[in-house]
């Protein structure tokens, strides 16, 4: 692997949505499985939330549903500007991301933003920490990177 | 799995682009890998595909990047109506569909719309067959079913 993440295993698929209750009770009909618990990241002061370098008061309902392989993340953004709020107001509902595990996320975003992949937002949950890459322009889909301790 | 499918693993993320040689490029130097070779989908008659119940001359190119569990599939859809095309025009460049191993397409196929997923659009290839399946109004993805012989 000599590519910029070391990794090309996609861990989970993040999608959009207006409606988390009613898109997870889809979900768990669709696929067989049990519709799981639904919960808000956490508030600013916690997660340290970052949107293009600004702290940011931005937070979103998740909903992740084991696939085998990887994770659906289903995402409910609030109105707060957000790599999230701004994808669904200009896209629509459906797939935002893709994520991959990493490790040493300072160093990897840097290496990133020097190859011309800018960080779109970050922040901290329980156990770890995340980042939006903006890979759109190229890639045509956003790369998250997660880094759990 | 009591679901529909029989399945939940992803095998593929199906991704709509403008320019299938520029994108394969970005992904073969994010990921540290060879570009794939680029091929139509197959004629009409070699392909039978059907949207919306007819016949249809769409075609697209495809890339395929073998991504660890799942593979990243590029699509530049040609100017005939399609699921791409169509998918394409509305919600502009990004992910279009999640793939499912399955067994019994006729079957498979029937069972889902008579739950409320109808067929959307389907074809041949070498060695198997796909159906698109509008899971987007619940799923918000569109669901494809692959059968390999």
């Given at each position: 692997m000599?590519g910029?993440?070391?990794?090309n295993?996609?861990?989970?698929?993040?999608?959009?949505?207006?409606?988390i209750?009613?898109?997870?009770?889809?979900?768990?009909?669709?696929?067989?499985?049990?519709?799981?618990a639904?919960?808000?990241t956490d508030?600013?002061e916690q997660?340290q939330t970052e949107?293009?370098?600004?702290p940011?008061?931005?937070?979103?309902?998740?909903a992740?549903?084991?696939m085998g392989?990887?994770q659906?993340?289903?995402?409910e953004?609030?109105?707060?500007?957000?790599?999230?709020?701004?994808y669904?107001?200009e896209?629509?509902?459906?797939?935002?991301h893709i994520?991959f595990?990493?490790?040493?996320?300072?160093?990897?975003v840097?290496?990133?933003?020097?190859?011309?992949?800018?960080?779109?937002?970050?922040?901290?949950?329980?156990?770890g920490r995340?980042a939006?890459i903006?890979?759109f322009?190229q890639l045509?889909?956003?790369?998250?990177l997660?880094e759990?301790d």
């Open positions: 000599s910029l993440l070391g990794t295993v996609v861990t989970q698929i993040g999608i959009l949505v207006h409606d209750e009613k898109v997870s009770e889809a979900y768990a009909a669709f696929f067989g499985v049990e519709k799981p639904i919960f808000w508030p600013m997660a949107f293009e370098g600004n940011s008061p931005a937070r979103a309902k998740l992740f549903f084991d392989s990887l659906i993340e289903l995402i953004p609030d109105h707060h500007e957000s790599t999230w709020r701004n669904l107001n896209h629509g509902e459906g797939p935002h994520a595990g990493i490790k040493g996320m300072k160093d990897k840097e290496l990133l933003a020097k190859s011309g992949f800018p960080l779109q937002q970050k922040g901290e949950y329980t156990g995340y939006y903006d890979t322009p045509k889909v956003l790369v998250e997660l759990n």
